[in-house]
């Protein structure tokens, strides 16, 4: 690397570093298996842990799964050989995916959903099944802002993703290393990197989302205006006020009953 790149590399390394010191993503003895695509994110993230797991005080280990869908074209192949190349332990899973989504989809609605469900479902799964308590997903900073966005736009709700959480089967914690960092150092680090990126050729492929797309657009042109909106935006997630929200649970008080003012401190 030059050093144009070693610096983005120690940025991205330094972010995802914090990350998991201030959410507690990474313990001693952990064994976290990783989501790997064959996407830039994911490809990012399993070097980085990998590149953190090497010098850390601390002993854990890494496992890369791949979800083969079934579609046809996807070169699982060139993953497990990038993989092999780099001496990390994986494991590809052959799926019928693609039969059951062609099956149950309904017309006119989006493969991503239904795939992503099957896919999460599979890695829990096969986390459990390779003695891994934790699963890394490569969601990254502009995946949580454009969440928060999507739910509050078109769902009512204020939410967006965990760093770290309890998986619905109540056994594997998912962990999401990448949150501190942006999706264009990621696509400079991937292209610097050479990483063999390999689409997943669903038919939907290379069609963005319409909703996550607008909001992509919107933080495109809030940037022009508001440099630093996205890290704004991350930061109010890390710092709630709920007295100062309209959520009804939280004016339950002690004999009282939801909607009962709580008393002014």
Same mark, same amino acid.
């Given at each position: 690397?030059?050093?144009?790149?070693?610096?983005?590399?120690?940025?991205?390394?330094?972010?995802?570093?914090?990350?998991?010191?201030?959410? !507690? /993503?990474?313990?001693?003895?952990?064994?976290?298996?990783?989501?790997?695509?064959?996407?830039?994110?994911?490809?990012?993230?399993?070097?980085?842990?990998?590149?953190?797991?090497?010098?850390?005080?601390?002993?854990?280990?890494?496992?890369?799964?791949?979800?083969?869908?079934?579609?046809?074209?996807?070169?699982?192949?060139?993953?497990?050989?990038?993989?092999?190349?780099?001496?990390?332990?994986?494991?590809?899973?052959?799926?019928?995916?693609?039969?059951?989504?062609?099956?149950?989809? @309904?017309?006119?609605?989006?493969?991503?959903?239904?795939?992503?469900?099957?896919? @999460? !479902?599979?890695?829990?799964?096969?986390?459990?099944?390779?003695?891994?308590?934790?699963?890394?997903?490569?969601?990254?900073?502009?995946?949580?802002?454009?969440?928060?966005?999507?739910?509050?736009?078109?769902?009512?709700?204020?939410?967006?993703?965990?760093?770290?959480? /309890?998986?619905?089967?109540?056994?594997?914690?998912?962990?999401?290393?990448?949150?501190?960092?942006?999706?264009?150092?990621?696509? @400079?680090?991937?292209?610097?990197?050479?990483?063999?990126?390999?689409?997943?050729?669903?038919?939907?492929?290379?069609?963005?989302?319409?909703?996550?797309?607008?909001?992509?657009?919107?933080?495109?042109?809030?940037?022009?205006?508001?440099?630093?909106?996205?890290?704004?935006? /991350?930061?109010?997630?890390?710092?709630?006020?709920?007295?100062?929200?309209?959520?009804?649970? /939280?004016?339950?008080?002690? !004999? !009282?009953?939801?909607?009962?003012?709580?008393?002014?401190?």
């Amino acid at each position: 690397m030059n050093m144009h790149d070693e610096r983005l590399y120690k940025k991205i390394k330094n972010a995802v570093g914090r990350a998991i010191a201030d959410y !507690g /993503l990474v313990r001693d003895g952990d064994r976290i298996a990783v989501a790997v695509s064959g996407g830039k994110d994911s490809y990012t993230l399993l070097h980085i842990l990998e590149e953190l797991r090497k010098r850390a005080p601390i002993r854990f280990e890494l496992f890369a799964i791949t979800i083969d869908s079934g579609y046809p074209g996807y070169r699982s192949d060139i993953i497990a050989q990038h993989l092999r190349d780099h001496g990390i332990r994986h494991h590809v899973e052959s799926t019928d995916h693609y039969r059951i989504i062609a099956e149950k989809r @309904r017309p006119g609605s989006s493969y991503c959903s239904i795939c992503a469900r099957l896919k @999460r !479902g599979t890695l829990y799964t096969l986390a459990q099944q390779f003695g891994c308590n934790k699963l890394a997903l490569g969601h990254h900073l502009d995946d949580f802002i454009e969440t928060l966005l999507l739910n509050q736009f078109f769902v009512g709700s204020l939410k967006a993703m965990a760093p770290g959480m /309890l998986a619905d089967n109540e056994v594997t914690t998912v962990i999401r290393p990448l949150v501190y960092v942006a999706e264009s150092d990621i696509i @400079r680090f991937s292209s610097d990197s050479n990483f063999p990126i390999v689409c997943c050729c669903c038919p939907a492929c290379g069609q963005a989302d319409q909703q996550r797309k607008r909001m992509k657009n919107l933080l495109s042109d809030l940037e022009k205006v508001i440099p630093h909106v996205k890290q704004s935006l /991350l930061r109010a997630l890390a710092n709630v006020q709920p007295r100062h929200l309209l959520d009804k649970k /939280l004016y339950s008080v002690p !004999g !009282g009953s939801v909607g009962s003012v709580p008393p002014t401190p």
